[in-house]
């Protein structure tokens, strides 16, 4: 007889997502910190109602490439072509140093010598927290007044590139993490591609744009930009290794300078995604992450992992906002800004887990480092701000 239960624990997860979401929401925390609590309370670190299955696992694979293809759509390519070298170098030299800090830390403590899996494995931990999430900063900047500054704009102009070498480290790290990997075939199907992404992208760009201008099929561009994206992240995993969120992603930025179109599927697909698939994705991220096993030497590795998270951005993005010509207050800040992590990095600590990259014992205190630099991040940015005004921006960095 066919079980309905997955009807039962789909209403659990859905009204425990959002119950938490809206309590975090009102401490002026991120709703995705209370979908992940949710999803930690109901798996089986505490109350043990819902356990990992297919359903989920396929369900959550739906909503972290929805969230993927969003993010690709929010980017806005002319901010990121002027947003200039100070923000290039804020986002490459902060993710630089976290690669290399958080992945070393990580190959320290569960590395038992230089083979090639250690070190993989500890370059994925290290591209887990190169990603930044500036929604938390911006909200604070915005409460402050000082968004529009030099180190608001220096701020959401880096975040933008960051995401986006972010994604490129991500493809290559996920591509080798096969058995009897070639090195020389990996970079190749990588750049192969991207190639391909260019041509198919393209492609695409044109056909969409000439729909932008024909009111009668509005209501089926959401339908078609939707199966774009996921025969991109189809594409990607199948035919060159890359990780299908990657694909989904670039599926999202191909279409973000269409006006009418990336509207239409903001609004049709943003409503699938906050209302269904994104809660199941996050509770599922909780549900994965068993702190049963949580130990003085786990509890060690994950207070000195935060450590690295927070001191990673506020020295590599500092430096960078430093070599540019920003004052050392105003690179602090910019550091501190940066240090918020978010969607990107726990869809990448999730895809790390499923391709056996990152050892299911340590995957807690990933996440938990993930959330301790998000919630430490407006603390930091309003103590360093608290003094006195930053200067206002006078020609865009």
């Given at each position: 007889m066919e079980s309905y239960d997955f009807l039962a624990i789909l209403a659990i997860i859905l009204l425990s997502t959002k119950a938490f979401g809206l309590l975090t929401e009102k401490v002026h925390l991120p709703q995705v910190v209370g979908a992940l609590l949710a999803g930690i309370i109901l798996g089986p670190s505490l109350l043990g109602i819902v356990s990992k299955t297919d359903f989920l696992a396929k369900t959550s694979e739906i909503g972290v490439i929805m969230l993927m293809f969003m993010a690709g759509l929010d980017t806005n390519l002319n901010d990121l072509k002027k947003c200039g070298v100070a923000c290039f170098a804020v986002a490459l030299i902060g993710v630089l140093v976290p690669l290399v800090l958080c992945g070393g830390v990580y190959f320290l403590f569960y590395s038992d010598g230089f083979n090639a899996h250690n070190i993989l494995s500890a370059t994925f931990v290290g591209v887990v927290f190169t990603a930044t999430s500036v929604s938390i900063t911006v909200e604070t900047l915005n409460e402050m007044g000082k968004l529009k500054t030099r180190v608001g704009n220096t701020i959401v102009g880096a975040a933008i590139i960051d995401d986006v070498l972010?994604?490129?480290?991500?493809?290559?790290?996920?591509?080798?993490?096969?058995?009897?990997?070639?090195?020389?075939?990996?970079?190749?199907?990588?750049?192969?591609?991207?190639?391909?992404?260019?041509?198919?992208?393209?492609?695409?760009?044109?056909?969409?744009?000439?729909?932008?201008?024909?009111?009668?099929?509005?209501?089926?561009?959401?339908?078609?930009?939707?199966?774009?994206?996921?025969?991109?992240?189809?594409?990607?995993?199948?035919?060159?290794?890359?990780?299908?969120?990657?694909?989904?992603?670039?599926?999202?930025?191909?279409l973000c300078n269409i006006p009418k179109t990336k509207t239409e599927l903001a609004k049709k697909i943003n409503i699938a995604s906050y209302v269904f698939f994104s809660p199941v994705f996050f509770a599922s991220i909780g549900i994965n992450t068993d702190m049963s096993g949580l130990n003085a030497e786990l509890l060690g590795f994950t207070a000195i992992l935060l450590i690295m998270a927070v001191l990673s951005k506020v020295i590599g993005c500092g430096l960078g906002a430093k070599v540019c010509g920003l004052t050392s207050k105003e690179s602090l800040n910019v550091g501190i800004g940066m240090v918020s992590r978010g969607e990107v990095a726990f869809m990448a600590a999730q895809k790390g887990m499923n391709a056996g990259l990152v050892n299911p014992a340590v995957f807690p205190a990933v996440v938990i480092a993930v959330v301790g630099a998000t919630l430490l991040t407006p603390i930091m940015l309003k103590a360093s701000m608290a003094e006195k005004a930053i200067k206002p921006a006078e020609t865009t960095v």
């Open positions: 972010g994604i490129i480290a991500l493809s290559i790290v996920t591509s080798f993490s096969g058995d009897n990997v070639n090195a020389g075939g990996v970079l190749l199907k990588i750049a192969l591609f991207f190639v391909f992404a260019a041509v198919a992208g393209y492609v695409v760009y044109l056909i969409f744009k000439r729909l932008d201008t024909n009111h009668g099929h509005s209501r089926r561009v959401a339908v078609w930009g939707l199966a774009f994206c996921f025969i991109m992240s189809f594409a990607a995993e199948k035919f060159f290794g890359v990780a299908d969120i990657t694909g989904a992603y670039i599926a999202g930025l191909m």
